[in-house]
């Protein structure tokens, strides 16, 4: 995954790191190299801007650090800015709500909701000790409930019997209820896919939500998604209100537009990564170490790290002898 993207985010950076001396058109180079590299990579417009933006006002205002090179500290500039698009920290899944923990999947139409349902499920039961439930509310493609019957029973989790003819409000409620009576600690409730944003439906997803007060709503979306994730995750997160992003199909040759776009257009968390159509290949979703396979200069960006703690301690040494001596000035409140 990545492997173009992380081609030519690497190419733009390395002209930097051959150079001893940097000047701004030197800058403004590489980092127009790395604005091409992500916009063919189908990440959005208006996400690349801020992006470069924020790099660039990061260039200014950046201390030098002893015996980082420039072309080095704009390598880890880069890569604290991809970190960030990614997310920063890695997020867990939430489940502190009173029982049953309630989690609701929603997306377009085959972006995965069924099969990550069932993985999900397989990972709360095997690593968290879970009982689960799961719940089909896609009454509108034929089969689609037996579908997460038999994904459940591979998952060895349970799944509520299915009642012919009943509406997505009746099964929430009655599974709600078989959850609570049953003394499951999660209740996942898989969704019916839309083609586009299509407002019956969102309608209709608002509903469920208000009546199973989820604990989280996870967005699940195809990391193949291009420009149309920025639309997707909008429209997901304004009418319903997301709390994480589940990408699947990972294990393609994605080309990371939708992973770099979702978590600044919604501000939430990527939460998982699923890496296959296995119920096994659920991964969490960790921003450090994707951006590191992205922008492969880990060593750089580590010895850039330890000089900055380096000096960073060496500061705070000589201003704590500034201290003992009274010396203590307003640089050192300011810090
Ligand atoms: N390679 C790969 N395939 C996946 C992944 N997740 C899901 N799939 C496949 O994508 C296809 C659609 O998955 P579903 O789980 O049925 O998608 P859905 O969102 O429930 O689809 P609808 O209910 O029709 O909206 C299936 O063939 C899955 O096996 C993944 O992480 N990697
Ligand atoms: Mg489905």
Avoid: C, W
């Amino acid at each position: 995954m990545f492997e173009s993207l992380s081609k030519k985010l690497t190419a733009s950076l390395d002209q930097l790191f051959r150079k001893g001396t940097l000047n701004e058109a030197d800058i403004d180079a590489a980092l127009r190299e790395v604005r091409i590299a992500l916009l063919e990579a189908d990440v959005a417009l208006p996400v690349v801007r801020s992006f470069i933006a924020d790099i660039k006002e990061k260039i200014i205002g950046e201390k030098v650090i002893a015996g980082v090179s420039p072309g080095n500290m704009v390598i880890k500039l880069v890569y604290d800015a991809l970190v960030a698009l990614l997310g920063g920290a890695s997020a867990e899944i939430n489940l502190a709500a009173t029982p049953p923990a309630v989690i609701l999947m929603v997306g377009l139409q085959g972006s995965g909701k069924t099969t990550t349902t069932g993985k999900l499920a397989k990972r709360l039961r095997e690593k968290h000790n879970k009982r689960v439930l799961v719940a089909s509310l896609d009454v509108y493609r034929p089969a689609a409930q037996q579908q997460l019957a038999s994904v459940a029973e591979t998952a060895q989790v349970d799944s509520l019997p299915i009642v012919a003819g009943e509406m997505p409000q009746a099964i929430t409620k009655r599974a709600l209820d078989a959850a609570r009576k049953g003394g499951f600690d999660v209740l996942l409730l898989d969704t019916a896919g839309r083609l586009h944003v299509d407002a019956e439906l969102m309608d209709e997803l608002k509903n469920v939500k208000q009546l199973a007060q989820p604990v989280e709503t996870l967005l699940v979306a195809d990391a193949m998604t291009g420009q149309d994730a920025v639309n997707i995750a909008t429209a997901f997160h304004e009418t319903i209100g997301i709390t994480g992003i589940v990408l699947t199909r990972l294990d393609g040759d994605a080309r990371g537009g939708a992973a770099l776009s979702m978590h600044h257009v919604t501000g939430q968390p990527i939460k998982f990564a699923g890496m296959g159509e296995k119920l096994d290949a659920l991964e969490p979703f960790h921003p450090e170490r994707i951006a590191s396979r992205i922008l492969d200069k880990g060593d750089i960006v580590s010895f850039v790290e330890k000089a900055s703690v380096a000096m960073q301690s060496a500061e705070a040494e000589a201003s704590a002898k500034r201290a003992m001596k009274g010396q203590f000035d307003m640089n050192d409140m300011l810090g």
